[in-house]
């Protein structure tokens, strides 16, 4: 029988069916070609599964990129929260100071710190979320800008608020003495009867009459520039200097706890009522002068002022006798 897988030729010489012979050449030319079907069958075969499922890479590549979108989105709305608060809060508490204190207001192009977004640089054209990064970063440039730009906002204010501030303690804005039910005013400023003289004469300040021995405050603070013991006229009187030609004067006290010289602040305790000088009983001539020109101290302090928010004034300054 003969082998399908074998093949024979006829030998005509000797009659008889002789095995054929494959030179090895053929044999070598067929593996080859078998084995570069394969291969290239392999190769086809491998990158059709690598295009149906990804490769690992790539989807750890995917969860980075999707986690760093995630983080720019968290940032973009903390952004966006800050400068909400930086524009209705800030923004307005520094208009309003700045008013307060005639200050120049800012304008918008100098407030918003505006800056141009650019266009996409050549090395990111080509990332993902590119447009949301660019965005970002001059969305948070912007609001760096416009932060530090309100720091130095403030630092001017508050310097400005300094120095108002200490105009304003040294403007007398509180009553001389505590607002007692044992305290009242005897005599109000402007035209009345000379007590001693009966004649119509100006009266230069408002008389609060008392206990002997009452507490007599500085009403601003300044300098004493003036002090006089004498048994007539003023008797035993102080004399503060104020900025902005501000001047107050404490008269026919009992005694005197301030030397010349010598810097006070507003509800600092001064001396003490009395009945010295040219004086019809126990009270307090209290003068406010401005540029030696004698004012209404009534048009200069709150007559709602508690005895309770009038002790947080004086009890700040702890000097001379009062412990």
Not at 36 to 45: C, P
Not at 55 to 65: E, G, V
Not at 112 to 132: E, L, R, V
Request: charge should be positive; hydrophobic fraction near 35%; include cysteine.
């Amino acid at each position: 029988m003969i082998s399908k897988h074998k093949t024979y030729d006829f030998n005509q010489r000797t009659l008889n069916f002789e095995r054929k012979r494959i030179p090895t050449t053929h044999i070598i030319r067929r593996f080859i070609r078998f084995f570069s079907i394969s291969s290239l069958f392999a190769i086809v075969l491998i990158s059709s599964i690598f295009l149906i499922a990804e490769s690992p890479l790539n989807i750890i590549l995917k969860k980075q990129i999707n986690s760093i979108k995630h983080d720019y989105v968290i940032l973009n709305s903390e952004i966006d929260n800050l400068r909400n608060t930086l524009h209705t809060k800030h923004f307005i508490d520094d208009r309003y100071f700045r008013e307060l204190l005639n200050l120049d207001s800012l304008s918008a192009p100098m407030r918003y710190a505006g800056i141009g977004g650019g266009d996409i640089s050549f090395d990111m054209a080509h990332y993902p979320y590119n447009k949301m990064i660019a965005s970002t970063a001059t969305k948070l440039t912007a609001t760096k800008t416009q932060i530090r730009f309100q720091d130095k906002s403030y630092d001017v204010i508050f310097k400005e608020a300094l120095l108002f501030s200490k105009k304003l303690s040294c403007i007398p804005a509180i009553q001389p003495v505590k607002q007692t039910k044992n305290i009242w005013i005897s005599s109000y400023f402007g035209m009345r009867k000379d007590p001693f003289t009966f004649l119509r004469q100006r009266h230069k300040g408002i008389d609060f009459a008392g206990p002997k021995n009452t507490k007599i405050y500085a009403t601003a603070d300044g300098i004493v520039t003036f002090t006089k013991i004498s048994y007539i006229g003023y008797g035993k009187e102080v004399v503060i200097s104020h900025i902005n030609d501000y001047s107050t004067r404490y008269a026919h006290l009992n005694k005197i706890l301030v030397k010349e010289g010598e810097e006070v602040k507003r509800g600092q305790l001064i001396g003490l009522m009395g009945n010295s000088g040219r004086s019809t009983g126990t009270h307090l001539h209290y003068e406010i002068r401005v540029k030696n020109r004698p004012v209404n101290p009534i048009y200069y302090y709150s007559d709602d002022l508690t005895e309770k928010e009038y002790e947080l004034i004086t009890n700040r300054i702890k000097v001379g006798g009062d412990n």
